[in-house]
């Protein structure tokens, strides 16, 4: 008998991704300089980057950096419960906690090992964990990699989850959603949600990754944009590499949970620590985030240009309140062509395709940032409505 070579297999999956037009390609950014980069020797202003604060480069992340890898060095040396959890570790930790209203925080090295940690420890098999159908992969993976059962509703349908919810009522239950969906830019209806939960006693988690920095009164995020608590949303996730501009991830919520967590997520337990001056540049993001309103305020009023611009251009733009701005264009091959177009003028916006969206939903995901200017904006809104009349948009 001849046993299939895996190798082979994954080769022609990759053909056939090639043959319908969606194979992923790696780019190299070889210098970014606020809002523009350079790639393959060309300067390119970017929107598709997730750096929705422009803190990636600040000076005082860079400063922080250095100062505590000249003090430290760089990597922690090992996982945090043996000898790699630093005094820069603690501060961030309490940072966030107290910036998102929680009793705790927990760092992660990444939002997917995050939530692949949190799901691991909190459901067993005979559980239920009810998901918003376009929900980040790592959420769902978070949910079969612990073996329960995985259920999932109608985008942002309510009812839909608490028809999910009530198939199983006495088994324990988490419900899971993204708080802006990262390919849509929308925001889950959490109050709605939590209400749910509450009655249906199912604990609610949120993964804010795409709203901390960028919604509430201080860039808590959404579920404080919400009006919500901890008692709320018991079991909250955030990202560090987005409008922090950093890199990892944490969970926030009761001594409790995070108790919990440290005893049983196999995804903290078991891998090194992230550099501890990373960890400090990261607190100097949360500080400028906090105190820096005008950054989101500038957001704002980016987001609110380019959206008023696109309706006067008629262009198919997404109902998205957030700095995710996606251009829906259906077809994977018209995204493509339409982000190449785009590069020959000068942007860098990518095209987004099936698997990472639902067939005949492929699109250009245009991110928005407190580094891009007016005129930025304007020069891309004239760029679609030229590519408009020529056909791809």
Not at 1 to 29: C, V
Not at 197 to 212: I, K, N, P, W, Y
Request: one cysteine or more.
């Amino acid at each position: 008998m001849t046993r299939p070579s895996l190798t082979e297999r994954l080769a022609a999956n990759s053909a056939e991704r090639a043959r319908a037009g969606l194979l992923r390609r790696l780019r190299t950014i070889e210098h970014a300089d606020g809002a523009w980069v350079r790639s393959g020797g060309r300067r390119l202003l970017s929107f598709c980057s997730n750096d929705y604060l422009g803190l990636a480069q600040h000076p005082s992340l860079v400063d922080a950096l250095k100062r505590a890898a000249d003090d430290d060095g760089v990597g922690s040396g090992s996982a945090h419960l043996i000898c790699g959890h630093r005094a820069a570790h603690a501060a961030l930790e309490e940072a966030l906690a107290e910036w998102t209203g929680r009793e705790r925080a927990l760092l992660f090295s990444t939002g997917y090992m995050a939530n692949l940690g949190v799901m691991q420890a909190l459901l067993n098999r005979d559980d239920v964990c009810v998901q918003d159908k376009l929900n980040h992969a790592c959420l769902l993976d978070g949910a079969q990699l612990a073996g329960c059962e995985l259920k999932r509703y109608p985008h942002a349908d309510v009812e839909g989850a608490a028809r999910q919810l009530r198939a199983r009522p006495d088994a324990a239950a988490l419900l899971a959603t993204d708080g802006v969906f990262s390919m849509d830019g929308d925001i889950a209806p959490l109050g709605e949600l939590a209400a749910l939960c509450q009655r249906e006693s199912a604990t609610f988690m949120v993964d804010d990754a795409h709203g901390l920095g960028v919604l509430g009164a201080q860039g808590e995020g959404s579920v404080s944009a919400a009006g919500l608590l901890q008692d709320d949303v018991p079991v909250l996730m955030a990202t560090l590499g987005k409008a922090l501009g950093c890199s990892g991830a944490f969970v926030a919520g009761s001594a409790a949970l995070i108790d919990g967590l440290v005893q049983s997520a196999r995804t903290y337990i078991y891998t090194t620590a992230m550099p501890p001056a990373l960890a400090a540049a990261t607190l100097a993001a949360v500080r400028l985030a906090q105190s820096e309103a005008w950054r989101r305020e500038k957001l704002q009023a980016l987001i609110a240009r380019f959206r008023t611009g696109a309706a006067q251009l008629g262009l198919p733009l997404m109902p998205s309140p957030t700095a995710i701005q996606p251009l829906l264009l259906g077809d994977a091959q018209a995204a493509l062509a339409a982000s190449q177009a785009l590069e020959q003028q000068g942007f860098l916006v990518t095209a987004i395709r099936p698997p990472t969206v639902p067939q005949g939903k492929a699109r250009l995901r245009i991110t928005l940032s407190a580094a891009h200017e007016e005129s930025d904006v304007d020069r891309l809104l004239e760029a679609l409505s030229g590519l408009r009349a020529g056909g791809p948009v």
